[in-house]
């Protein structure tokens, strides 16, 4: 249900580590709201603290300064958070325990929601997420993390978001470790979800271009504060901020000169 | 004289229940002085298995089936490790690795890392000599030499890291450099800084010949001369960037391209389109074609016929049918 009430709302958070001379302002005076349904992409360089906004989303640290709230409230309740909030990853590797079979795990995931369902309802609801991935259940029956591929394991991470159905989903890099195709791929169950479930996403990347085709509005991130925010197109085809120009200007396209040589 | 050759090689896996797994099948090319070879797929398709046999390094369980790798008319192929690792890598063909962090010992400095890779190759150079010649190496890069140098690997940026592999790779001014994903941990912007390291180092003649393997065909468009696309352990098509990245013709070529996106005007609205299905199990004894099962213009004959290279529009191709 589309409330009025914002997914997130952060008023100048800050995000600190270290302290006098190595002093590290990760996020730095940064406001800004989520709605519902939404997705929203986070947008820079390395280090420019898009992976710590996503943590401060998810309620992996608490902002040094400033008010960041879920649906209204502070998150207070990490468990209680991560019912409705989930990721996803960049290295699907490490994302799983390679001496359980995925299917093992992928049930395990259940724990953490309030409402139990029976062990018939979790199958059910893992085998519908499997072919939402285009993997049959019979596919990854008795299979361990090590035996798949990198693309089925990224697929198997969004099967992960598919069973669970949390209300928002922070995707962190969710692509940079897999190749073109399976990338096209992502993103199209990415949409399915937003479609299906009316997912609120926040997607977390240092690609301009993937953020350009997939979201509603883009952050454009740089040293800790957020440089330039608007429609993809306005962003990405007529930006503003000198970041954004260089971020742009950065990306080997096909029909553009990049470097001569 | 092309100076480097590779004829036929064909590499594979055995597995511990003895079964072969044919990595690579039977590929081949030849590069000129100052040629960058771009080589592109998905993951999977036996890219960095192919820069293994590349070095001649057969490390079991990979063995060689078949074919020949020379550089300058010398033959990469039947040495022993502790050869290929003395006379091979880093003065013949050297490798630059995926994972510039991974690749780094954490517990020493980058000059005593670069270092080793002189006093291993070279007797009787003391360490004054050697951290003389890293200094006016690495003076090259338009870095902080000095910080750079007495750095450990965790106090430098990913992309000074990923330039000081670089430049430990090339130390001995090695003929082929192989670069496996060089840039694809990290960001465009630092991307852009490496690869115009790579070219200047290439226009100095420090490196003659390059692979570059990479799934961004984007970016091979700017870095190579010459693309080779790979499918299951295959070449399915070679030619120059210009004919592979705009006039494709092998159908893997095609749909490869179309999963491409990017934030040009009018883009939002196209959709990259994915590749349905798997690429075969190597593991099983293939018949025809290799892409047929998920090729869109497949027809029947496909599976039952093997494809062999032939020339189509100027360029090599693995399909009866392209035109």
Not at chain 2, 35 to 51: R, Y
Not at chain 2, 111 to 125: M, P, R
Not at chain 2, 243 to 249: G, N
């Amino acid at each position: 249900m589309p409330t009025n009430t914002p997914i997130f709302s952060a008023k100048n958070i800050s995000m600190h580590f270290g302290s006098g001379k190595k002093l590290v302002k990760a996020v730095d005076d940064v406001s800004f709201d989520i709605a519902d349904g939404e997705i929203v992409s986070v947008v820079g360089g390395s280090g420019c603290g898009k992976s710590v906004l996503a943590k401060i989303m998810l309620g992996l640290y608490k902002p040094t300064s400033g008010d960041f709230t879920y649906e209204g409230k502070h998150i207070t309740n990490q468990r209680d958070h991560w019912n409705e909030v989930q990721c996803v990853f960049q290295d699907p590797f490490s994302c799983f325990n390679q001496f359980f079979t995925i299917r093992a795990q992928l049930k395990a995931a259940f724990g953490i929601l309030k409402n139990k369902l029976t062990d018939a309802q979790v199958n059910e609801r893992v085998d519908n997420a499997l072919r939402a991935v285009n993997v049959l259940p019979s596919e990854i029956e008795g299979k361990y993390p090590f035996e798949l591929s990198g693309g089925q394991m990224q697929r198997m991470l969004l099967a992960r978001i598919f069973a669970l159905r949390p209300k928002v989903l922070i995707a962190d890099e969710p692509t940079s470790m897999v190749d073109a195709c399976v990338r096209a791929n992502i993103l199209d169950y990415l949409m399915k979800l937003k479609q299906e479930l009316k997912m609120t996403i926040v997607f977390v990347t240092h690609d301009i271009g993937l953020a350009y085709y997939i979201s509603d509005r883009l952050f454009i991130m740089h040293e800790g504060k957020i440089v330039e925010s608007g429609t993809p197109d306005d962003v990405a085809l007529r930006p503003k901020s000198p970041v954004t120009i260089q971020l742009i200007d950065d990306i080997p396209e096909i029909h553009k000169e990049w470097i001569k040589r | 004289m092309a100076t480097f050759e590779v004829e036929n090689l064909s590499l594979h896996y055995l597995t511990r229940f003895g079964n072969k797994v044919h990595a690579v099948s039977d590929v081949s090319f030849t590069m000129e002085k100052g040629e960058i070879l771009g080589i592109a797929g998905e993951s999977g398709c036996g890219k960095s298995t192919l820069v293994n046999g590349l070095m001649g390094l057969f490390i079991p369980p990979l063995y060689p089936t078949s074919g020949d790798v020379r550089v300058n008319g010398e033959s990469l192929m039947n040495r022993t490790e502790a050869e290929v690792r003395k006379n091979v890598l880093s003065r013949k063909v050297s490798m630059i690795p995926q994972g510039a962090f991974n690749a780094l010992n954490p517990t020493r400095r980058v000059k005593d890392i670069a270092a080793d890779v002189i006093a291993a190759h070279e007797q009787g150079v003391d360490k004054k000599q050697i951290y003389d010649r890293l200094r006016q190496r690495f003076d090259l890069f338009g870095m902080d030499t000095e910080k750079v140098l007495n750095a450990f690997p965790i106090q430098l940026t990913a992309g000074e890291r990923q330039r000081s592999v670089i430049g430990i790779s090339t130390l001995l001014n090695p003929q082929m450099v192989i670069a496996d994903e060089p840039t694809s941990a990290l960001d465009v912007s630092t991307q852009k800084v490496v690869i115009k390291m790579i070219f200047d180092l290439l226009e100095k003649g420090i490196f003659s010949t390059m692979i570059f393997i990479t799934h961004e065909l984007p970016l091979l468009r700017h870095v190579a001369n010459n693309i080779a696309i790979m499918y299951a352990g295959e070449i399915v098509e070679k030619g120059t960037t210009e004919q592979i990245v705009f006039d494709p013709r092998h159908p893997y070529t095609r749909a490869l391209m179309g999963a491409m996106l990017s934030a040009e005007p009018g883009q939002r609205q196209r959709k990259p389109v994915a590749i349905e299905g798997a690429p075969p199990n190597l593991a099983n004894p293939i018949s025809g074609c290799r892409f047929a099962d998920r090729c869109p213009v497949a027809r029947p004959e496909c599976k039952l016929k093997d494809q062999k290279i032939r020339m189509v529009g100027g360029r090599q191709v693995r399909c009866d049918y392209a035109d």
